[in-house]
């Protein structure tokens, strides 16, 4: 399987060039050349398999021509087998689907060790950057700016590889407790949190000034850990196979919603569909950070200023991913896109009349405001005792909002356990859930994070020193 960029110039890279690179040298984005597909019939054989043994079916064509097939199996069993006492995800399910109403679900992928989705990709990604720097001989060096959920699950991702120095930038007391405890409690001498004097933007700025010129690592290359990395969207695909086949697919259509900030998980959700999956809606859930939902119902594709809500992962101005469905909805032009993303730094774009039909016909959307949100808090809470995360929440009452018929099920995925964002549980006036297990003593354990200012070089020297 080939990759190319979604803006045309940069050369066609293989799996594990993919792997370990960031964005493409042209600015763009890595998408498959062709999407491998697959007939009902074969869909339809693996009905029951476990989580594990559908992975491999699914991520294997992407990958098999630079992984051996079995050493690919032992990658992915490491991560989502159940069976044994090391395992990564604590349901026996590992994506479990809950029934909220007549023919609503939320498929919860909060059970891995940082209790979001995000550790789905990031287990993944790590055992695989694991398996192919030890093949190479090579050493690399992660570096990742997070709002919160991001680090905490590429930390656990990548603790244990030896071959990666991982440095996370957050924004200096602007995630919640939970989450830096989650990040700051893993000791490893390869593992370095930095709190940045500033917000997330600051961040995510440094992180791609420090990709643009790698010089400070001397002789070392960066890694992305964000979305823009293919492996974390392959991984993703999973999960909406697992739904549907537990939910009479493929003979059945499903729908999904999907709480969205970087166009990531909906966009695994797109691919899906678009390897032989029935998905009949995808629906965009956005908070107040709506350029999707702008885009697709008003065609109004321009950055508004960031406001922060009571979903911050979801918290963006841009989303990044969305370039990978323009590439698509432009015929694959990477000419245009390259124009597009130039053009959207400085006006308001629009699509024209042809895109925005298809992008419509692929895609509803909806965006819910936080009054909105705990609303949905406690009216599932009240009716079911589920209580939902703010982010789930809100790809709940989109789901709600936005279907076409009840007849067809609803997925709403369920992103993150509601212990990590208590403030709009306890607004929702529900009490704020306990810890899971393997957490109890999250708040007893000690810290390790350094307190940098937003200044680039400092940053820069700080990961220069501790390069292992
Ligand atoms: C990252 C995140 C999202 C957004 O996912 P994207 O792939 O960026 O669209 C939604 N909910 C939670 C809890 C997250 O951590």
Known sequence: MKYISTRGQAPALNFEEVLLAGLASDGGLYVPEELPKFSKEEIASWAGLSYADLAKK????????????QDLNAIIDDTYSTAGGDRVFAHDAVAPLKQLDA???????????TLAFKDFA???????????????????????????????????????CDNVDIFILHPHNRVSDVQRKQMTTIMGDNIHNIAIEGNFDDCQQMVKESFADQSFLGGRKLVAVNSI??????????????ASLSLGGPHREISCSVPTGNFGDIFAGYLAKGMGLPIKQLVVATNCNDILHRCISNNDYSKQELVHTLSPSMDIMVSSNFERLLFDLHDRDGAQISDLMERLNNEAVSLDEKRLVKARELFDSYAVDDEACCQVIADMFERTEELLDPHTAIGVKAAQEQRWDAETPMVALATAHPVKFPDPVVKAGCKAPDLPHHLEDLFDRPERYEVLPKDLAAVQAFVSKHIS
């Open 58 to 69: 699914i991520i294997a064509p992407f990958v098999a021509d630079t992984i051996p097939q």
């Open 103 to 113: 023919n609503l679900w939320v498929l919860e992928l909060f059970h891995g060790p």
């Open 122 to 160: 990031l287990q993944l990604l790590g055992r695989l950057l694991d398996y192919v720097l030890e093949k190479r001989g090579e050493k690399v060096v992660i570096m990742g700016a997070t709002s919160g959920d991001t680090g905490s699950a590429a930390i656990e991702g990548c603790r244990r």
């Open 229 to 242: 990395n293919w492996a974390r969207i392959m991984a993703q695909i999973v999960y909406y196979f697992h």
